[in-house]
């Protein structure tokens, strides 16, 4: 359909004969509400006659501020037909035609922008509704309510003076609800509601209303009042709230809003009359039996205000009058599905036992519900498997891979903060990192609450069941580390005024106070922060998660088009290797040995880089060599049969010793006191060792490659490990599969020469045991440099893994910590960048990726390639990184495994181009 026309009818004509102009597919034309009104009108459902006006009227009202040219007349001439159609007229006392003018973006907004109903109501129509209904309290009822709804939406009149004053209304009446407000009682209302009109209208709001309507009271003709009401919705489009969704949701500024105007039905009525909102199927489980609420006697927003308490769908059958009208929705129910191949989300209302449909979309659902749907909906016949497939969404596989809270269960939030680490946590409340690891000991589970963590705060934070900040974004050092060892995290959380010297959490905007040992629970999937324990569901593989990724690795492994798609895991430890096995990674990606220093081995490492003596320092790699050794045997061990990519040694050297500040602050302390002279020589000499290593920018400095050049004997004890436990494991029989990563290499001598190094200790050990063993020995590609050298790189090595997140950094010039809440936000807010180049990889730093397996691949055609990093597990990214730079794997935290399993499946489906993915 070509947006030709400024207004687009739906629903029957004069006859009961359907004239609808547009249809589902016209969502960026008609709104998402318009458009499938206009699918429903067509498939012949009960859709009340009405007409939309396009988005692109909406663009060009908000624009130019006045009517595009001849858009008036077309509204016009719209208003005339729907009144043949209905065979009312717009302020007719005798037979009075109601509208509701009602938003509808192309993407669903929930909320965000605003509709009117019961609109052509004043003092005539009221009475001849009142007599055409002989139903004078639901007449009353009507009006009071557009009242309300006009002055807020169209006015700007704060709703609370409305509620107040019908709250004052129950209370003189002394009934509990606004269905026992009486006739009279109702009348009363409207005067004092139109009192409140006057009292509250603002200064400019009654200069608008002169300009448009020639007076400044409360508007009474009908035509005035749909056009005031289309306009509102118009500019809802640009109220502030709205605009701020769909920066968080990156929505398109330029889509505008349509305007759908429909003619009223009532499910106010009368004991005959109800309305409500349903689901096809249950949107928290996925069971296959509709769900949803109704109220009886009511209109609109009554259900999900929330303000009477709602029945359940499944009761509407056994309400003797609505019998009928609840068959026929359920059979509309049905059809709904049929038609759209999957589940929906309907509003209906029935006036006087008559069902009308006002509303349908794809239903939001739980990553739980999705995957039951999914292999359902397979299974029922409705969708093949690719289809399924395509319509996950990946990144909400993370709901049901961590602990979360119950879908069906409401809850109340004291604050929300960024969802940053999926999975929910209980726990009590520490403020420091030691305090988190003294709870733990002794038997507590904790939450660690901090205005924002830094690296000292990791022992803390690994032992904490979740992460709670209120500053810093999803790419803070608290997210970012959190991710990577699936711990729940909320972060950003502003609302919570962290107080770390007394230990206490101020909540803004309420009394509330929380104190260290108190009890939260946070959601990282939804960022609700909650006052005390909330039950918690498990994580788990579910049949349906495991059904569904049994085809996702079907169709990615043995692709119709192009390469398989693999996927690794990054994985530290043994455990974590089990881990990655268990979400079903194929591989590890990355095991980054520099974790294995943590803890008691951290001194080890210390004795050797700030120890003089050659003695201590042979003694320290001694050690080393016997931890390391059994690390990777029982690494490679658990991998059996699996390839594991060992990094060589990475981070800045001072990530290894203290924090000289520390040191030079325990050293004043020590001489105060007047402390032992021999201590405080040590101690001066370990600073000076300390501070001789430090380096103004160590991202880029004294690391990776270029440590082993220094340090030497660190490379050499790495790779003698890596070749014993081999060793060893062959003997024992296993099949062990190290490959050796060489990290950070910018200079070609650097590889060839570490290269030749690694293959004369491998042979060395080789002769000794003599045993072969085959080592693949590759790099790191992980700065722009050795990009542009990969060619060269690429005859000396047998895999390149691109660590997406030092390439990003490098190429674009800033540091992580400085991306981390400061530099990349900011460019975000300031609309310099629009999506987060750490979250999805960069198209500069996916073009560098492409160029250098290119040239890699020319030169070596055996070249391995794949990518690991944070980039491994987002899901858009993923996509990219096999159908655009052409590579065989992607690594990923063990948790994102599944993810990145479903992810390379649709980027398979989507390569092999016969289908393309729906979007909800
Ligand atoms: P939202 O997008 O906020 O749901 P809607 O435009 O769908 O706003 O309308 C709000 C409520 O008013 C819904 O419950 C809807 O069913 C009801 N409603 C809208 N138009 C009509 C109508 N023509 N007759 C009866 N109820 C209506
Ligand atoms: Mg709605
Ligand atoms: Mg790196």
Redesign the pocket.
């Known amino acids: 359909m070509a947006a030709k026309q400024y207004v687009y009818r739906f629903g029957p004509d004069e006859h009961g004969v359907d004239c609808t102009e547009g249809g589902a597919d016209d969502a960026w034309c008609l709104g998402g ?1 318009g458009a499938n009104l206009a699918e429903m009108a067509r498939m012949g459902l009960p859709v ?1 006659a ?1 007409f939309t006006i396009t988005c692109q009227t909406c663009v060009s009202y908000s624009e130019q501020g006045v009517w595009p040219a001849g858009s008036l007349d077309e509204i016009q001439a719209a208003i005339t037909d729907l009144e043949r159609r209905s065979q009312k007229r717009l302020g007719n006392p005798e037979n009075p035609l109601l ?2 003018v ?3 973006a192309p993407i669903s907004m ?2 965000m ?3 009117v ?1 019961n609109v052509g109501l004043n003092p005539e129509t009221v009475a001849g509704l009142a007599t055409l209904t002989n139903n004078l309290r639901f007449a009353w009822d009507s009006y009071r309510r557009f009242i309300q709804m006009f002055s807020n939406v169209v006015l700007g009149i704060p709703l609370n003076l409305f509620e107040d004053a019908l709250a004052d209304a129950r209370e003189q009446a002394g009934v509990a609800s606004d269905a026992e407000l009486k006739t009279e009682q109702l009348q009363a209302l409207v005067v004092r509601y139109l009192e409140i009109f006057d009292q509250a209208i603002s200064y400019q709001t009654r200069a608008y209303l002169e300009t448009q309507t020639g007076s400044a009271s409360f508007p009474t003709s009908a035509t005035d009042q749909v056009l005031l009401a289309i306009q509102a919705v118009f500019a809802s489009w640009d109220n502030e709230r709205a605009r701020l969704y769909r920066k968080q949701y990156n929505i398109s500024d330029a889509l505008g809003t349509a305007v ?1 105007v ?6 106010n009525r009368g004991m005959h009359s109800a ?1 409500g ?1 349903a689901f096809t199927r249950n949107p928290a489980t996925g069971i296959h039996e509709p769900y949803g609420d109704y109220l009886i006697n009511a ?3 009554d ?2 205000a929330g303000i009477r308490n709602t029945c359940s769908i499944s009761n509407l059958k056994n309400v003797p009058e609505l019998a009928k009208p609840a068959r026929e929705l359920y059979q509309t129910l049905d059809v709904l599905e049929q038609h759209y191949r999957d589940m929906c989300d309907i ?3 029935i006036e006087c036992k008559k069902l ?1 449909m ?2 349908t979309r794809i239903g939001k659902r739980s990553a739980q519900a999705a995957l039951k749907i999914a292999v359902d909906m397979v299974q029922e016949g409705i969708l093949t498997r690719e289809e399924a497939i395509l319509r996950l969404e990946p990144q909400q596989l993370d709901q049901v891979l961590h602990p979360h809270f119950d879908p069906s269960h409401q809850i109340a939030a004291l604050a929300y903060g960024l969802n940053a680490s999926p999975g929910a946590a209980v726990g009590e409340i520490v403020f420091s990192s030691d305090d988190a690891v003294a709870r733990v000991k002794a038997g507590y589970k904790t939450i660690l609450v901090r205005p924002e963590t830094n690296p000292d705060d990791f022992c803390g934070m690994s032992v904490a069941e979740g992460i709670l900040t209120s500053h810093g974004g999803k790419t803070s050092h608290a997210a970012v580390i959190a991710r990577g060892m699936g711990t729940p995290c909320v972060c950003g959380a502003e609302a919570l005024h962290i107080d770390i010297d007394n230990k206490l959490i101020r909540v803004a905007g309420t009394s509330i106070e929380l104190h260290e040992g108190d009890v939260i629970s946070i959601d990282g999937n939804s960022g609700a922060v909650v006052q005390g324990p909330l039950p918690l569901i498990e994580s788990t593989m579910t049949p349906e998660l495991i059904e569904v990724l049994r085809w996702a690795d079907e169709i990615r492994l043995s692709p119709p088009s192009g390469k398989p798609a693999h996927v690794r895991a990054n994985a530290d430890t043994p455990a974590d290797g089990a881990l990655a096995l268990k979400f079903g990674a194929e591989a590890i990606g990355l095991c980054r040995t520099e974790h294995m220093f943590l803890g008691e081995r951290k001194e080890i490492i210390q004795t050797f880089i700030v120890n003089d003596s050659p003695h201590a320092q042979a003694q320290a790699l001694k050690q080393l060599l016997a931890v390391q050794t059994d690390d990777f045997y029982h690494m490679l061990k658990i991998m059996n049969g699996r390839p594991v990519v060992i990094r060589l040694i990475d981070p800045p050297l001072h990530e290894f010793v203290d924090d000289p500040r520390m040191l030079a602050l325990q050293l004043a302390a020590l001489e105060g006191e007047g402390g032992h002279s021999e201590e405080i020589a040590a101690m001066q000499t370990r600073l000076r060792r300390i501070d001789s290593l430090s380096e103004v920018n160590p991202m880029l400095g004294l690391r990776g490659v270029r440590l082993s050049f220094v340090y030497p004997d660190l490379a050499h004890m790495q790779v003698r490990a890596i070749v014993e436990a081999t060793a060893r494991l062959v003997q024992e029989g296993f099949d062990p599969k190290p490959e050796i990563m060489i990290p950070l290499v910018s200079l070609l001598s650097e590889h060839v020469h570490m290269r030749r190094v690694i293959e004369e200790l491998i042979a060395t050990i080789e002769q000794q045991r003599g045993i072969s063993l085959d080592i693949p020995i590759g790099t790191m590609i992980e700065l722009p440099r050795a990009c542009f050298i990969a060619g060269d790189i690429a005859r000396y090595a047998d895999f390149f893994c691109f660590g997406t997140n030092d390439l990003t950094q490098t190429s674009f010039g800033f540091s992580r910590d400085d991306a981390e809440g400061k530099f990349i936000p900011l460019y975000l807010q300031q609309g310099l960048m629009d999506t987060n180049p750490f979250e999805h990889i960069d198209e500069v730093v996916l073009n560098l990726v492409e160029m250098a397996h290119e040239q890699g691949i020319d030169v070596n055609p055996h070249i391995h390639t794949g990518v690991c990093g944070e980039h491994g597990g987002d899901p858009a990214s993923i996509v990219q990184f096999f159908n655009e730079a052409q590579l065989d794997y992607v690594s990923c935290s063990p948790y994102r495994v599944p993810v990145a399993r479903l992810a390379a499946a649709q980027a398979v489906l989507q390569r092999a181009g016969t289908f393309t993915a729906e979007k909800s």
């Open positions: 509400k009340p009405g509208v509701s009602r938003s509808g929930p909320g922008m605003d509709t109903l759908n429909q003619a009223m039905v009532f499910g309305t909102v209109q609109g927003e259900v999900v509003e209906f209302t009308w006002l509303q």
